[in-house]
């Protein structure tokens, strides 16, 4: 994930009439708080004074990543992160950030032995995005925050990593796989993708779940289902589902790109052009345009400055991954996909890996890829693939085969430095090519092991 340098002041606008008169002060133990997708247990809960929320500094702070110190002689806290340098004083109206007079709409104040600062202040300070949702009482705070790994994003989003518990969203339904005691819970049924993960709520795609398609939002503790958009009348339904900080973003009906708030409020459309993916990088998107330009183009969060950054043909979907400075993309000429790369603003453009399967994933200064060693496609029984699955050395431009495959391998999923999900598609055809059963393997690598483990596998005829 980027750290965003100096501080990107955002106005939040965040005012909550709770219960008390003009100059109440009290405790709301229902109020969460959740930072970068994590619930935060507090030892002392928000509270609410003059109809604003105060909450404990130190602990949205370091859950921020920010680094913490108090005087508890003069009553002064410093919080610095990266170039940002904040000072304030219990008692006083008035904070320094990067040495600027910033006004806090309540004076910070000492309750139960931990600083409290208005909730505004925290995005003022630090430049995070601030979400309070009042159905579920929960304040949302986002910096540099993705709803799943940026990799699993690119491959569809069908594998989530949540500690020692992986959702796996496939097209027969979303599992729960506990990797410990490997025990398998569905938990929803059919085609479920794109999963993402903020606080206690899933959130995914789906095309034809209970006749209704859409975008949906699982609440893993007490497995309430809820839809956020309704996709029954979008011929294409839901794609490239993305939450970055408190925004959910997806390409919507007519193929626009959208935006809205995670509980499904303030949905608007950011652009028009016609697009097939999208990923975010630095607080900028990056989307294919799947028409006849079939090119790589980016634009602000907010859907401004647009501007095409590659000439090169990306085939109608372009898959890409932001890493280390880099976006990394697939482009597709003569029916050859390949790996790019080039800098945020398009130049050093460069060819990374030549002619891979599909899918690709970006860990850790590798890219994991599958590439086929025959050719097959003319094949409608696909039964003379072979091919192996591969990573590629970025830092030291070496490319190893892993081990081999009896077909490409689709969805290649990180679950962390000890291994990555990736699923192999079979197909069989009739006799007569009218229809054709797929079967589906999802496996787990494990590095220490180097061996492949089937995690499950379901077939369906169309």
């Known amino acids: 994930m980027s750290v965003k340098k100096g501080i990107i002041c955002l106005t939040v606008v965040l005012t909550l009439i709770l219960a008390g008169g003009a100059n109440s002060f009290a405790a709301d133990s229902a109020i969460q708080v959740v930072v970068n997708g994590d619930k935060l247990e507090l030892a002392t809960q928000p509270y609410v004074e003059n109809s604003q929320t105060l909450v404990p500094l130190r602990s949205i702070f370091e859950a921020l990543e920010a680094n913490v110190q108090y005087d508890s002689d003069t009553g002064i806290i410093v919080a610095t992160k990266d170039d940002s340098n904040i000072s304030l004083q219990v008692g006083k109206s008035t904070a320094q950030v990067n040495g600027q007079a910033v006004k806090l709409s309540l004076a910070a104040k000492s309750i139960n032995s931990q600083t409290f600062v208005p909730l505004r202040f925290v995005s003022e300070a630090l430049g995070a995005d601030v979400y309070y949702e009042a159905k579920t009482k929960t304040i949302y705070i986002g910096q ?19 500690g020692e518990i992986t959702y796996i969203a496939q097209n027969n339904g ?29 959130y995914f795609n789906n095309f034809g779940f209970i006749d209704e398609s859409g975008i949906y939002r ?31 973003y997806f390409i919507g009906k007519g193929s626009a790109i959208c935006q809205m708030r995670l509980d499904g409020t303030s949905c608007s459309v950011l652009n028009t052009m016609g697009a097939s993916s999208l990923f975010i990088y630095e607080d900028t998107i990056y989307f294919g345009n799947g028409g006849d330009d079939c090119k790589l183009y980016r634009m602000d969060l907010n859907g401004k400055n647009v501007k095409k950054v590659c000439d090169i043909s990306t085939g109608y979907s372009v898959m890409g991954i932001g890493y280390a400075g880099w976006i990394y993309f697939t482009t597709e000429t003569n029916y050859v996909t390949s790996i790019y790369r080039m800098r945020s603003d398009g130049s050093n453009l460069e060819n990374v890996v030549e002619g891979i399967d599909s899918e690709f994933a970006l860990y850790e200064g590798k890219i994991y890829y599958s590439k086929g060693e025959s050719e097959y496609y003319d094949n409608p029984s696909y039964n003379s693939y072979t091919g192996s699955l591969y990573s590629f050395d970025l830092s030291q431009n070496k490319t190893e085969k892993l081990f081999p495959l009896d077909e490409d391998a689709w969805y290649i999923s990180f679950v962390g430095a000890d291994g990555f999900y990736y699923e192999i598609i079979k197909v069989e055809w009739s006799e007569d090519y009218s229809s054709a059963t797929f079967k589906y393997y999802l496996y787990y690598y494990d590095f220490s092991k180097g061996i492949s483990e089937l995690i499950e596998n379901y077939e369906e005829t169309i």
């Open 174 to 202: 979303l599992m729960r796989y506990d990797t410990n005691s490997k025990e398998k819970t569905v938990l929803l049924s059919e085609n479920v993708y794109g999963l993402n993960k903020v606080g206690d709520y899933l």
């Open 218 to 248: 699982y609440n893993i503790k007490t497995e309430k289902l809820e839809l956020l958009q309704d996709g029954s009348q979008n011929d294409s339904g839901y794609e490239s589902l993305t939450i970055y900080n408190n925004w959910v």
């Open 144 to 162: 540099d925050f993705y709803g799943n790994d940026p990799s699993n994003l690119a491959n569809w989003g069908e594998v989530l990593q949540d």
